[in-house]
């Protein structure tokens, strides 16, 4: 059996000119933990730095993608300063997606919730399998989607970011490409990423990490003017009454006391 204390919660590996980022700690359903967030960054900077690396494909093991934040982390220690820590990183972590000079896709084939949901929009290209699901559940929680609306508001369409941040609702992979969460809803997700593999490889490491500065220099303009603010409104939210509720109805696998 393997020890969860000692193996790696993100595993990297390059083969034929990519490296391959797999989220892989079943166990908490990849949640966003202070661990996960430390491998995910060193897989991001070795791939960065490996000049033989065209592109990386972000996925997973297990039945989900990623399920947003720790809670079980979070609830054991002091809120405030645990929020604010988790606020800051989640927003390095995003931007260190956007500002990588190499193409980022996403590998999914599973359920992907809150925080899961702003790293799959900083991914360049997304694909999706028949299994995947979607969800946006801060608001069940007594929270909102702040930190990652950076990366989920330039994907979605306006009544599709008002729809899912308001109800919590969850949907497909079909759905998840109409809003413009992902770029393809797929069949087969290893065969549509050979494929985008196979076109990726045809663009040079100049032309790839140009275009990629030029599709995403709004999205970081906004992380300039938003994301301090965003912090502050984060961190002041966990340790509220709402919120201590919404997590312990989580962790206890109950309805939080405001359910109708």
């Given at each position: ?19 391959t980022l797999t989220l892989d700690s079943p ?91 702003g790293i799959l929009a900083a991914c360049d ?72 593999q196979h076109e990726l490889g045809k663009a ?57």
């Open positions: 059996m393997t020890d969860i204390s000692t193996a790696p919660y993100v595993r990297y590996e390059v083969a034929g000119g990519f490296a166990h908490n359903r990849n949640a966003i933990s202070s661990r996960m967030v430390a491998e995910l960054a060193r897989g991001l900077a070795d791939a960065a730095a490996d000049a033989n690396v065209r592109a990386v494909v972000l996925t997973h093991t297990g039945t989900t993608f990623c399920a947003g934040a720790d809670l079980a982390e979070a609830s054991n220690a002091d809120p405030a300063v645990a929020a604010d820590d988790r606020t800051r990183t989640m927003i390095a972590l995003l931007r260190g997606v956007l500002e990588l000079p190499k193409p980022v896709i996403a590998a999914v084939n599973g359920n992907v919730r809150a925080g899961g949901m290209i997304a694909v999706a399998g028949p299994t995947s699901s979607f969800a946006l559940t801060e608001a069940r929680l007594g929270l909102a989607p702040f930190m990652i609306s950076l990366t989920l508001l330039p994907r979605l369409s306006s009544r599709a970011a008002s729809r899912y941040y308001l109800t919590g609702a969850k949907f497909d992979a079909t759905e998840a490409a109409n809003i413009g969460l992902i770029t393809v809803a797929a069949d087969d997700t290893a065969t549509t990423v050979a494929e985008l040079s490491p100049q032309g790839l990490a140009e275009s990629k500065r030029l599709v995403n220099a709004a999205m970081l303009a906004e992380f300039d003017r938003s994301a301090d603010e965003l912090a502050q409104r984060s961190a002041s939210f966990f340790g509220t009454e709402e919120v201590r509720e919404g997590m312990m109805s989580f962790l206890q696998k109950r309805p939080p006391r405001w359910a109708l």
